[in-house]
């Protein structure tokens, strides 16, 4: 097994998969977004069906975090698949003025269509990729994640 990278190098390496991350997800948003027509939802409205789908319902609030979105532009998303019949409110015990947020059927048949698309799509991209590498992959984008979460929570308690 290789040793860890010294500060210095890993902050490079890092930067190089910073690099890497923009465009791809600007292109995956850009193929999505083409999809609306088909998918019948915006990213947004996508991404609120999705974790919903994963992690049952949820408030705004917590949506909004979960995604490192403004709770305003997550509550416009909700509205939006409200609207369109793939989420309903229902009152959360926990909060008075916080509704739970939930799947209706038609959002739960919607959101897997749109998995089952997208995994198709996914099939397409090919290449020699083992389960290993991609379990590598998360881990780093993970590790990534939750440093950069660290340094946030730092940055905003002022040291």
Known sequence: MENALPPDQLAARLAEVYVEIGPLYRKVARIVERSQPVMGMSVGVRAVLEQLSRLGERTVPQLARAQDLSRQFAQRMVNDAKEAGFVELAPNPA???????????????????????????????GGSLTGAELDATLRVLRHMLAGL???????LSGD
């Open 95 to 125: 909060h008075r003025r916080s509704s739970l947020v939930r799947l209706t059927q038609a959002g739960r048949t919607a959101i897997d269509s749109v998995t089952e698309r997208e995994r198709e799509l996914m099939s397409r991209v």
């Open 149 to 155: 979460e660290a340094v946030e929570k730092e940055q």
